[in-house]
């Protein structure tokens, strides 16, 4: 059976990842989202083992030290991984992942599967990638300025991925994503096997 694809999503805070991969998952349930084990604490509204698995630092230590995690970084000074198991069994069954993580741990991904698809999200403008992280009305004045400050330096790393989509429009972004999994997925690369099998 063919390998699914392996989708890896990364952009600075608030320039709407989690909003687009929310929008993208709903019109296609066969992607597969990985779910990320972090030290920081849920919001409200976030539920465990839904948006992250929470947990206490010395778990989180634990599973590292057991080799569980496929990648995992100290993002704005907390810790986040993707548990391994979850993505290599639903590849391995010609399941689509997705991994929304940071550029760190992406290009962890990009040296264990070069194949794998990357994608950076971009906002339309600095002024509204402000707005838009005060207005989510998440995070404290003091992580808020934690994200914005490190988003022209993390910008400047799309260069390491394969696509860039400006989130501009929030359905334009998710048909962008689409159109790149299509075309992904007739990638001579990715079809030969098969086409092989039936001519
Ligand atoms: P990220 O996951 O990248 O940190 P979010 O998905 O949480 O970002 O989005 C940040 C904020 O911007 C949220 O309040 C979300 O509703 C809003 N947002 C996301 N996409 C758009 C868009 N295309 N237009 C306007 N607001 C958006
Ligand atoms: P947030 O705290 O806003 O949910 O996420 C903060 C950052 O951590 C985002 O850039 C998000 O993509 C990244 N992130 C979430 N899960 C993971 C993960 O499993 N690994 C890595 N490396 N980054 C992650």
Redesign the pocket.
């Known amino acids: 059976m063919a390998s699914g694809l392996l989708l890896v999503i990364s952009?600075?805070?608030?320039?709407?990842?989690?909003?687009?991969c929310?929008k993208l998952i709903e019109t296609n349930p066969q992607i597969k989202v990985s779910v990320s084990a972090t030290t920081r604490k849920a919001r409200d509204g976030e539920i465990d083992g839904v948006n992250y698995f929470f947990l206490e630092k010395e778990k989180f230590k634990d599973m590292l030290s057991k080799d569980e995690f496929l990648e995992y970084a100290t993002v704005y000074d907390n810790y986040y991984g993707t548990p391994k198991n979850y993505v290599l069994e639903n590849l391995k069954n010609g399941n689509d992942v997705l991994l929304?993580i940071d550029i760190e741990g992406a290009l962890q991904i990009k040296e264990k599967f070069p194949q794998g698809v990357f994608v950076f999200?971009l906002p339309p403008s600095m002024e509204?990638l402000k707005s838009?992280?005060v207005?989510?009305?998440?995070e404290t004045k003091e992580d808020i300025d934690k994200r914005f400050g490190s988003a022209l330096e993390e910008i400047k790393q799309v260069i390491k991925y394969d696509y860039a989509v400006v989130?501009?429009?929030?359905t334009r972004?998710k048909n962008d994503i689409e159109a790149i999994i299509r075309a992904e997925r007739c990638k001579v690369i990715r079809a030969y096997e098969d086409i092989q099998t039936r001519f």
Request: hydrophobic share 25%.
């Open positions: 952009g600075p805070s608030g320039a709407g990842k989690g909003t687009i929310k929304e999200i509204e838009r992280i207005g989510r009305g998440t989130n501009d429009e929030l972004a």
